[in-house]
């Protein structure tokens, strides 16, 4: 069987930059996890003590805290800013980027809509920075039971998909006046989807390898689904089993960008013992 891995995938940018600023501060807590894989979350907190707080209250004797790759809302930066801890903002860019575009826009006197998930932290985040009303949606259906003014700022989830993106902001333009359009699509997870896409057209059998609560893992699953049918998500080779690839020629791989390179490679030697007669 040939096993192969997607041109894009795993580790973006700003996880990066999480990881190596958790691995140099050590001795820290993070408000939330840090990224959505809890592998590596385990790692951290066994090599360097980075624990994970479920929020700002949580802290004790902690003097080290560092803010996780999806952000935090404003009003808890401002909370945690009056603690007795030295911050250590782990944010990603690409996060921040929609944060100050919905506080720009919103002061500008804009309505903001937020293409995304209402629940995931890194849209709780952004929204908080918006000074006027602001909407979150998720789909178009949502989108037409809202009544919006005239001036409209538009801003995307950082791991969604730019087709539906684009289409969002089609209606928005057929219901407003002015539509200020931000893409904040992360580039990492465009690579990544077109990698997966490309990859998952060709397979038998696709093994997409990542934190099951992540946003962009599950995403690229689903692109995954769509077009190999015996497409599966797992967090680590554990979950891998035999029958998955019997009679299969072709194995695809791809990994969400919390997903290190430590637990792919396991994934990819499992998959060889396993198909290895």
Excluded at 167 to 184: A, H, Q, S, Y
Excluded at 234 to 262: V, Y
Aim: glycine share 6%; charged share 25%; hydrophobic share 40%.
């Amino acid at each position: 069987m040939i096993i192969e891995l997607a041109k894009n995938y795993g580790f973006c940018f700003g996880v990066k930059r999480a990881i190596k600023k958790a691995e140099q501060i050590k001795d820290a807590a993070t408000i939330g996890p840090l990224i959505h894989n809890n592998a590596e979350i385990s790692r951290l907190q066994k090599s360097f003590n980075v624990k994970t707080l479920q929020s700002i209250e949580d802290l004790g004797a902690e003097k080290k805290a560092i803010i996780r790759t999806h952000g935090i809302t404003k009003q808890d930066l401002a909370a945690l800013q009056k603690k007795d801890v030295e911050i250590f903002d782990a944010t990603c860019p690409f996060v921040t980027k929609p944060q100050q575009i919905c506080e720009k826009m919103s002061n500008e006197g804009y309505e903001i809509v937020i293409f995304g998930d209402e629940n995931h932290p890194e849209v709780r985040g952004v929204k908080s920075y918006a000074n006027s009303k602001a909407y979150v949606i998720l789909n178009e259906e949502e989108l037409e039971n809202i009544k919006l003014g005239n001036r409209v700022a538009v801003v995307s989830q950082t791991t969604k998909k730019i087709e539906d993106f684009a289409r969002i902001v089609r209606i928005l333009m057929l219901k407003c006046k002015e539509v200020r359009v931000f893409n904040t699509i992360c580039d990492a997870t465009f690579k990544n989807q077109e990698a997966i896409m490309e990859l998952s057209l060709k397979s038998d059998v696709m093994i997409v390898v990542g934190g099951k609560n992540s946003a962009n893992t599950k995403q690229l699953f689903l692109i995954a689904k769509q077009n190999c049918e015996d497409s599966y998500l797992i967090e680590t080779e554990k979950e891998l089993e035999r029958a998955w690839f019997e009679g299969k020629g072709h194995c695809g791989i791809s990994a969400g960008a919390s997903t290190p390179d430590w637990i792919i490679q396991r994934v990819l030697e499992k998959i060889q013992n396993l198909t290895t007669i």
